[in-house]
């Protein structure tokens, strides 16, 4: 089963939250270091970040693959030390009520 949580905000606001990369220090246990190109979620876009975890400090980014604002999703791979990658689908889709399912596949 995909990761996924429901929020009562509609799709359009979640998605100005998921495409503004230099914000995803926000909602990851991390420091957005830099973003390149700068600007919203766009193929080929890389962030990096640093966190601190078992007594120092870390890096690891987040490559921009492809995105489709119109459809809301975004296609990343997030590159972690000792050659961990995961390759992440996030979608958002509008519930019953006007809220959002995010999904990450």
């Not at 975004?74 to 009520?97: C, M, N």
């Amino acid at each position: 089963m995909c990761p996924a949580a429901t929020t009562k905000a509609p799709p359009d606001s979640v998605w100005k939250v998921l495409e503004a990369t230099d914000r995803f220090g926000e909602w990851t246990d991390a420091t957005v270091v830099s973003v390149e190109p700068p600007g919203p979620a766009q193929r080929g876009q890389v962030v990096r970040f640093a966190g601190r975890a078992l007594g120092r400090i870390w890096t690891f980014t987040i490559d921009i693959r492809d995105v489709d604002p119109q459809h809301r999703w975004i296609d990343l791979v997030a590159r972690f030390p000792f050659g961990i990658d995961s390759y992440e689908h996030l979608t958002l889709t509008e519930t019953k009520d006007g809220g959002t399912l995010v999904r990450f596949n």
